[in-house]
Nanobody
């Protein structure tokens, strides 16, 4: 199983980034997919999740600014991040989940400068 994130980088506050997570080795279409982040010195936290049926949910801190989506034909989940704030800085991880079985990507760093 491989989950490979991409799209991170350095952006100014107010800017946008789109993260991608390409999955292999799983039946992508039936997995719940999520994005998590970990800021320096803090615990990993849920950012957004999307079910196999396309139902999404967001952390309160990103609601209205971030959008999670999935393309089952490409085995890829996306996170569109708009109106970025310095507090959005962290390593963003992709996670797949099916029942009790889950997998993590290696993470991609997002740095938002003020």
């Amino acid at each position: 199983v491989q989950l490979v994130e991409s799209g991170g980088g350095l952006v100014q506050a107010g800017g946008s980034l789109r993260l991608s997570c390409a999955a292999s080795g799983i039946i992508f279409s039936i997995n719940v997919m999520g994005w998590y982040r970990q800021a320096p010195g803090k615990q990993r936290e849920l950012v957004a999740v999307i079910t196999s049926k396309g139902i999404s949910n967001y952390a309160g801190s990103v609601k209205g600014r971030f959008t999670i989506s999935r393309d089952n034909a490409k085995n890829t989940v996306y996170l569109q991040m708009n109106s970025l704030k310095p507090e959005d800085t962290g390593v963003y991880y992709c996670k797949s989940a099916l029942g009790l079985q889950y997998h993590w990507g290696q993470g991609t760093l997002v740095t938002v400068s003020s």
